[in-house]
C-alpha cells in the first residue's frame, strides 16, 4: 500500500543543471500537486492537475515545468536548476476536485542546488 | 492574495495537558479547512479536516470553525510526547477545491514530559 511515491528522495544539483522529479500515486486520485517547502515559509504550491490531461500554475511556477503523464504519474521539471530552488519538494495527490478532499503527501525530494 | 496565519511557536505544554493551536485565514469563500501534522524531516501527515462552523472531534483531537471570524483551531486533549511536531493549517485555495491548498507556516509544538 504505497500511497504516493516520489523520487529520487534526495539530490544535488549543479547550477544550470536540468533534472525531472517522479510522483507516482497508487490510490486512483484524479488530482494530484506539487509543493516546495523552504524554511519559515511553509509548504507553496508550484503546480497542479486537477485532472487527467490538465494542469496549472500554483503560486510559484517560475523556473519550473510540470507533465501530467498518466492519471498516476505527475512529473514537475527544473530546466535549469538555480540556487533559489533548493527545497523540499512534496508531491500530493487527492481524490477528485471538490469541497472536502483532503491531500495525501509523499515523503518528499530533498534538491540541493550548488 | 490569500493568506493563512498561525502563530509560529514554540509552543510548549505540559505532557497530559491540552494543547490549543489557532489559525486565521483571509478570504470568506473558503470552504475546507484541515489540519496536518509535521515531524521534522518527514512530510505532512492529515490530521483533521472540518467544514462546517462548529467542532469536530476525533479521539483526542478536536477541530474547531468559525467562519464568520474566519478562525481555525486545533485542541489536542492528554497531550503526549509524541505529539510534538509542527502543527500546519490548510485551507483550499478556491471553493471549488479542486487547485490545491493554502499553508500557513505552522505552529511548532512542544510537549513537555
Known amino acids: 500500500n504505497a500511497g504516493v511515491t516520489q523520487t529520487p528522495k534526495f539530490q544535488v544539483l549543479k547550477t544550470g543543471q536540468s533534472m525531472t522529479l517522479q510522483c507516482a500515486q497508487d490510490?486512483?486520485?484524479?488530482?494530484m500537486y506539487w509543493y516546495r517547502q523552504d524554511p519559515g515559509m511553509g509548504l507553496r504550491l508550484i503546480y497542479y492537475s486537477a485532472s487527467e490531461g490538465t494542469t496549472d500554475k500554483g503560486e510559484v511556477p517560475n523556473g519550473y515545468n510540470v507533465s501530467r503523464l498518466n492519471k498516476r504519474e505527475f512529473s514537475l521539471r527544473l530546466e535549469s536548476a538555480a540556487p533559489s530552488q533548493t527545497s523540499v519538494y512534496f508531491c500530493?495527490?487527492?481524490?477528485?476536485?471538490?469541497?472536502?478532499?483532503?491531500?495525501?503527501f509523499g515523503d518528499g525530494t530533498r534538491l540541493s542546488i550548488l | 492574495q490569500k493568506e493563512v496565519e498561525q502563530n509560529s511557536g514554540p509552543l510548549s505544554v505540559p505532557e497530559g495537558a491540552i494543547a490549543s493551536l489557532n489559525c486565521t485565514y483571509s478570504?470568506?469563500?473558503?470552504?475546507?479547512f484541515f489540519w496536518y501534522r509535521q515531524y521534522s524531516g518527514k512530510s505532512p501527515e492529515l490530521i483533521m479536516s472540518i467544514y462546517s462552523n462548529g467542532d469536530k472531534e476525533d479521539g483526542r483531537f478536536t477541530a474547531q470553525l468559525n467562519k464568520a471570524s474566519q478562525y481555525v483551531s486545533l485542541l489536542i486533549r492528554d497531550s503526549q510526547p509524541s505529539d510534538s511536531a509542527t502543527y500546519l493549517c490548510?485551507?483550499?485555495?478556491?471553493?471549488?477545491?479542486?487547485?490545491?491548498?493554502?499553508f500557513g507556516k505552522g505552529t511548532h509544538l512542544i510537549i513537555q514530559p
Open positions: 490548510a485551507v483550499n485555495r478556491s471553493g471549488g477545491g479542486a487547485d490545491g491548498l493554502t
Open positions: 500530493a495527490s487527492s481524490p477528485a476536485g471538490g469541497l472536502g478532499q483532503p491531500q495525501h
Open positions: 478570504d470568506r469563500v473558503s470552504q475546507s
Open positions: 490510490m486512483n486520485h484524479n488530482s
